[in-house]
């Protein structure tokens, strides 16, 4: 089994739509969870940590599930410019413990 | 501008050459790594370092080198045993923390040709 596990997509939604995309991950001794946005042919760049209380940034709403070892990312209003790809990254203890799923590639249409 | 620094962004190599990526940080983080990401796959861990003068294997290590000899650099060499060198490869830092957000440059893409 995969370390973290997400649906590759892709999700192909209209503008203003609401999207969530979920993230499994196997440690159950992980600690630390992320999402990463990644546009095509660049760098994964941070969105957002996730906080076991969930946590909020305008219309990202990240959250985090431990009895169930999932997290997720909802998109309220999607917009053309939130096309990418999504990451979710997730740590235990140590420099070697980062685990990264394969991505969500979401495209947001007209 | 604080950040870290991969050059060059596109290189070719010959097949039985050695290249090596430069990945430089002014974050002063601990941590500094190196990925690979292939077409439509995950990121791949190759080496990391904690810290200066040590070094890790990850998960893909064969046919790659690396060194710490500065807290802020930590170059990439793609010897000629990498069967596969073709990719993205991605450099990053993190503080030692635990849990600490990781950072990534922008990115060196090699084709070998």
């Known amino acids: 089994r995969k370390e973290v596990e997400q649906d590759p997509g892709p999700f192909n939604v209209p503008e203003g739509a609401t999207v969530a995309f979920n993230c499994t991950y196997s440690?159950?001794?992980?600690?630390?969870f992320f999402w990463y946005r990644q546009d095509c042919r660049k760098e994964p760049k941070l969105l957002m940590s996730v906080y076991s209380s969930g946590n909020e940034d305008g219309r990202f709403t990240a959250q985090l599930n431990r009895a169930s070892q999932y997290i997720s990312l909802l998109i309220r209003d999607s917009k053309l410019s939130d096309s990418a790809t999504y990451l979710c990254?997730?740590?235990?203890?140590?420099?070697?413990?980062?685990?990264f799923g394969t991505g969500t590639r979401l495209t947001v249409i007209p | 501008d604080g950040g870290i620094t991969q050059s060059p962004k596109y290189l070719f190599r010959k097949e039985g050459q050695n290249v090596t990526l430069s990945c430089e940080q002014n974050l002063n983080h601990d941590a500094m790594y190196w990925y690979r990401q292939d077409p439509g796959q995950g990121l791949r861990l190759i080496y990391y370092?904690?810290?200066?003068?040590?070094?890790q294997k990850g998960d893909i290590a064969e046919g790659y080198s690396v060194s710490r000899e500065k807290k802020e650099s930590f170059p990439l060499t793609v010897t000629s045993a990498q069967k596969n060198p073709t990719a993205f490869y991605l450099c990053?830092?993190?503080?030692?923390?635990?849990?600490?957000?990781?950072?990534f440059g922008e990115g060196s893409w090699l084709t070998v040709v």
């Open positions: 440690n159950s001794a992980s600690q630390s």
């Open positions: 990053a830092s993190s503080p030692r923390e635990r849990g600490n957000t990781i950072y």
């Open positions: 370092s904690q810290i200066v003068n040590d070094f």
């Open positions: 990254v997730v740590s235990s203890a140590g420099a070697n413990n980062l685990f």
